[in-house]
């Protein structure tokens, strides 16, 4: 089955860290690009970070760069985003994808609140 699935969720506190993990199956996952977005309530979804499929390029929205990392490891078939210095406007549903997002995961929920 051809999926991606999110996890890593969940509570974080203001100036703290995450971690999210997408891990992907049913397709050769090293030879694409991938891609993160975040939904807030209310509001639409929006690009976060990239890293293309050798993992040497990677490219940030304004809003994290500096403090998020995109990255991935493609023996596990997952890609990360480590999630630093949190901002209560961080709180959103994460979702992963590939790069042309043709595929998507069911999303993650982190909340940050102190």
């Known amino acids: 089955q051809v999926q991606l699935v999110e996890s890593g969720g969940g509570l974080g506190q203001p100036g703290g860290s995450l971690r999210l993990s997408c891990v992907a199956s049913?397709?050769?996952?090293?030879?694409?690009?991938m891609k993160w977005f975040r939904q807030a309530p209310g509001k639409e979804r929006e690009f976060i970070a990239s890293i293309n499929f050798s993992g040497a390029y990677t490219t940030y929205a304004d809003s994290v760069k500096g403090r998020f990392t995109i990255s991935r490891d493609d023996a596990k078939n997952t890609l990360y985003l480590q999630m630093s210095n949190l901002t209560l406007a961080d709180t959103a549903v994460y979702f992963c994808a590939r790069w042309v997002m043709d595929l998507w995961g069911q999303g993650t929920q982190v909340t940050v609140s102190s």
């Open positions: 049913g397709f050769t996952f090293k030879r694409y690009g």
